[in-house]
């Protein structure tokens, strides 16, 4: 792949299924929108990490770009290698409320958004693609600030875990990546912390910003910031003397010093100062009169005052000034004085000549070319703002078609089509209706002058539609052609242009045609209808005739029978319920009491009522359960579960049972919304609703599933756990200690014969490096061999820096009987030698490595001192001092664009994508790993736009390799 000014070649796409996708607009801001990565990520499992790009933000994954047609959509970049996945899964492209789902999509290939209401492709609002991958991409719990916790699943193992650290606040920009190795697979679950590993750097505050996990194609990529700023230091407040103003001032310092403490100025203040007079003294050595402090003036003394008074004098230089002469016509120069009031100074004569007469100002405006008085076309004219003031047409703007002319106008059109069925009784949003279908009523400036199209509606009861539309003119040719569109319709497409200019996708000479809005009005004529209602004279109930909008708020419409006009309501008053734990289970008892005088409620209402657990903000979660009413009473009781609650299995709202018999709160789910008070609502015929119900009051069984204790070990020390329910099967109980679940290990202790061996256990978390593990199989009775040397506890792991690739170890032997090393003579320290194992071709060896911990560039990788710094003050640990300038598998060709090598074994290609390296002390151990992922602070990689850096080494020297190392090797 080359980078920099050369174009990538296009491949061959694929055929590929498009699938489309209408959401509607209250997704927007849910947590499931298809307009987050996130929602992608759950709907195709294939796919390993899904990113979102807005249409303004650039990005290396791909870009907006047009095919060859121009027409505009996403053309996804080559897929990088270090990104999670290995290949491009599905990419969304959103134009409009519509979207297109391109699966398995192709790099180079231009994929569109779908059509607008006009037919053209939409412009893109935002796209969003993921990378995918097929096998082992299960995924593992998020880290925490301190720590991140693998449980793998059953068949999967892995021995290297990854983690990188961002410094911030006082340690922004720098980062590490702590890689955990162990020579076997880790065990499951494992508990990696962050602060105990050896490269941890300590920071007041950070951030986890990558981890990588051998075994899965998921890589966890966030940024979680993590810790405190360091205090601010308290300050001491000091008394300092400021001579220039004369004044003690009040300074706060870290540390004091030999400085004065502040109490209230007079004790920095000088004492006993003797007052100075300034006198002015004249430097002929610099030209200038100084203001010098003396204790007393003498009599040649000059006292100072601005600085002329000491100052000798020159004769003066003559003043000429500037006079027109109006008879020549031409200015003299004349010799004064002094300047006077309104004096011009002599310059080169120009200053002083008269000014020429202004040219009035003038307004650019659209006049008409007219032929036998039609207007056939249109010109610029300038025109004085008199003129213009009440000049009929319009400004000219140079930016618009048409010379500089258009115009605009609103048109109302009653819709009089009769042959079309509108959905709903409303025209179709954006239908065109053309003629016969309109009628013209009224043109004006704006849509809001039209307003007043509605009042042409006159009978009664009856409902007349209109249409609003908005005209830009092109070419406009006359009022002929305007009235011809208000009697045919006549319109034509345009679109706009990203400079505001319209450009036709129509037939040409008619005017631009957009917004059809519809507003409908109805005749109001007609009388109101009337209504008879009951009304009272005294004792005397009658009918009273009313229009139908001068009602009162509550009525009763008249039958012709004074008994009908008055009535009591059927209530539920006196209704009750309450909240009851029976036999550990949750219940809702309840008392009906219905009050029904006149017998309003019919029989049949009386067999059953609904009791409704109302949800407080969504109504689609409400909980409803119907009970029987027995037959002959107006009261009735009885009890009824608590919704999420159940017997066999137990159940509690708000909490789910685990497979393994346990249980976890829910939160809100499983009707835990119902925990905190409840309103419920019962319903015959009336109804009535009961607020804030509470749920029976706490109690071990009732409340939530009983808590039970474990013991669980989790790598380093027993923790205390609390689940709900019943412990697991094979679970150990907590026994206040921990003790019970803590490993044991076999040592060797010293017998009571002499040079004999017995064993003696303990817990493994006292287990310390100069002990030895009893191994009853072994020679002396379980200690007869000596523990051979290893290399437990040395790390490897990968780092960017500054844009370059860097290897971070920490080699330590373990060696715990002191054996001597295979190679290493006595007396000298040991070295590490590491080699890059190739699988196709020669290895890469660095040898003598200082044991500790230490770091050194990629194989392959270059830099150069950093300007103002020297090779010797590189340091990986200080980013500022250095510049990256090659990386492995890159060159540079003559025209100075980064291109990536095709064959792997070229300039250590064959090291990007995950290398093993053996470490040998004597022991010797083998780690994996990888090179550094780009982050948008480190990239590891080429810039896309490159600059040569003068002085950078040529491609054919040798690639600097600054180590820096702590030897820590003892015995």
């Not at 796409?13 to 499931?32: E, F, H, N, Q």
């Not at 720590?147 to 999967?156: A, K, Q, R």
Request: aromatic share 10%; charged share 20%.
């Amino acid at each position: 792949m080359k980078l920099g000014t050369k174009i990538l070649a296009t491949l061959a796409a694929a055929a590929l299924a498009i699938v489309g996708w209408a959401v509607p607009s209250a997704y927007a801001d849910s947590t499931d929108s298809p307009n987050t990565a996130g929602y992608w990520e759950k709907q195709y499992p294939d796919a390993v990490k899904c990113w979102k790009f807005e249409r303004a933000e650039t990005s290396s994954y791909g870009a907006i770009a047009d095919d060859a047609e121009g027409t505009e959509g996403v053309k996804l970049a080559q897929f990088d290698t270090n990104l999670p996945g290995d290949r491009w899964e599905v990419l969304i492209v959103k134009g409009g409320d519509e979207r297109n789902v391109y699966e398995r999509p192709n790099a180079g290939e231009v994929y569109h958004a779908p059509l607008n209401g006009g037919d053209n492709v939409a412009d893109v609002s935002h796209w969003i693609v993921c990378g995918g991958a097929d096998g082992d991409d299960w995924r593992y719990d998020d880290p925490t600030c301190t720590s991140l916790t693998v449980d793998y699943p059953e068949g999967v193992t892995g021995d290297d875990v990854n983690v990188r650290i961002k410094g911030q606040g006082a340690d922004a920009g720098a980062e590490v990546t702590l890689n955990f190795h162990s020579a076997n697979p880790w065990p499951s679950p494992t508990t990696f912390a962050f602060t105990e590993h050896a490269n941890w750097p300590g920071w007041a505050e950070w951030a986890v910003d990558w981890v990588q996990v051998d075994g899965t194609n998921y890589h966890w990529d966030d940024n979680l910031s993590c810790g405190e700023p360091a205090p601010e230091p308290e300050l001491v407040d000091i008394c300092v003397w400021n001579a220039d103003k004369g004044v003690a001032e009040k300074t706060a310092v870290e540390t004091a010093g030999d400085d004065i403490l502040w109490s209230d100025g007079t004790e920095c203040t000088p004492q006993d100062e003797p007052e100075l007079v300034d006198i002015c003294v004249w430097n002929a050595d610099k030209g200038v009169s100084e203001k010098t402090a003396v204790e007393t003036a003498g009599d040649d003394d000059i006292l100072w005052s601005d600085g002329t008074e000491c100052t000798p004098q020159d004769d003066p230089d003559p003043i000429f000034i500037c006079v027109w002469n109006a008879q020549t016509d031409s200015p003299d120069k004349q010799e004064v004085a002094s300047m006077g009031n309104g004096d011009v100074a002599w310059v080169d004569g120009t200053e002083c000549a008269p000014d020429e007469p202004e040219e009035p100002q003038t307004v650019a405006v659209c006049d008409a070319i007219k032929v036998n008085g039609t207007i056939v076309g249109w010109e610029r004219a300038d025109k004085t703002p008199a003129e213009a003031a009440n000049w009929p047409y319009f400004d000219w703007n140079p930016e618009l078609p048409n010379n500089g002319c258009w115009y605009e106008t609103f048109v109302c059109w009653e819709v009089t089509a009769t042959d079309f069925q509108m959905a709903g009784g409303l025209p179709v949003a954006n239908e065109k209706l053309f003629t016969p279908k309109q009628e013209f009523v009224m043109e004006a400036a704006s849509f809001a002058e039209l307003q007043d199209c509605w009042d042409y509606v006159a009978e009664c009861g009856t409902t007349t539609w209109y249409q609003l539309d908005r005209y830009i003119v092109h070419n406009y040719s006359g009022n002929s052609l305007l009235e011809r569109l208000k009697v045919d319709g006549l319109g034509q497409e345009y679109r706009i242009s990203s400079q505001g200019i319209p450009v036709a996708v129509g037939p040409e000479d008619a005017p631009i045609q957009r917004g059809y809005q519809f507003r409908s009005a109805v005749g109001d004529e007609c009388a109101p209808p009337e209504v008879t209602i009951c009304a009272q004279d005294g004792d005397t109930w009658y009918g009273l005739t009313v229009p139908e909008d001068q009602l009162p708020a509550e009525y009763i419409v008249w039958t012709g029978d004074p008994e009908d006009c008055f009535t009591t309501e059927p209530s539920l008053d006196g209704s009750t319920t309450v909240g009851v734990c029976i036999d550990g289970a949750p219940y809702l008892d309840y008392t009906i009491r219905l009050t029904d005088p006149d017998a309003q409620v019919a029989g049949s209402a009386l067999e059953s009522a609904t009791l409704t657990f109302v949800h407080p903000t969504d109504s689609a979660l409400d909980h409803a359960v119907e009970v029987d009413l027995a037959p002959g009473t107006t009261e009735w009781s009885g009890s009824l579960l608590w919704p999420g609650a159940s017997l066999d299995p137990a159940a509690w709202p708000g909490w789910e049972q685990l497979d393994n018999g346990t249980y976890v709160p829910v939160g809100e789910d499983n009707f835990g919304w119902t925990r905190g008070g409840v309103d419920i609502r019962i319903e015959i015929n009336p109804e009535i609703t009961l607020e804030g119900v509470l749920y029976p009051d706490a109690s071990p069984v009732c409340d939530t599933p009983p808590p039970v204790d474990i013991c669980v070990w989790d790598g380093s020390s027993a923790q205390q756990v609390t689940l709900y329910g019943s412990a697991p099967e094979g679970a150990v109980l907590w026994d206040g200690t921990g003790a019970a679940c803590t490993p044991t290990v076999d040592i060797c202790v010293e017998g009571d014969a002499s040079n004999s061996w017995t064993s003696s256990t303990i817990p493994v978390n006292e287990f310390k490096g100069d002990m030895r593990l009893w191994d009853s199989e072994l020679a002396g009775g379980g200690c007869g061999e000596p523990q051979q040397p290893t290399l437990d506890g040395s790390l490897i792991s990968e780092m960017c820096i500054a844009d370059s690739p860097w290897i971070s170890y920490d080699v330590r032997v373990f060696n715990p009987d002191n054996l001597p090393l295979e190679g290493v003579p006595a007396g000298e320290e040991p070295v590490a030698t590491m080699t890059f194992i190739n699988p196709n071709g020669e290895d890469h060896v660095i040898d003598n490595l200082p044991l500790g911990s230490g770091s050194f560039l990629w194989p392959g990788a270059e830099i150069e001192p950093a300007e103002g710094f020297t090779v010797a003050d590189i340091d990986p640990s200080r980013p500022e001092t250095f510049v990256a300038t090659n990386w492995p598998g890159w060159f540079q060709d003559d025209a100075g664009d980064w291109v990536e090598v095709t064959d792997p074994q070229d300039l250590f290609a064959w090291t990007r994508n995950g290398v093993q390296v053996t470490v040998e002390v004597n022991p010797v151990d083998t780690f994996t790993i990888n090179y550094p992922p780009p982050t948008p602070t480190c990239a590891a990689r080429p810039p896309e736009e490159f600059t040569s850096v003068l002085g950078a080494l040529p491609l054919d020297a040798p690639a600097a390799t600054p180590v820096v190392a702590e030897a820590t090797y003892t015995g």
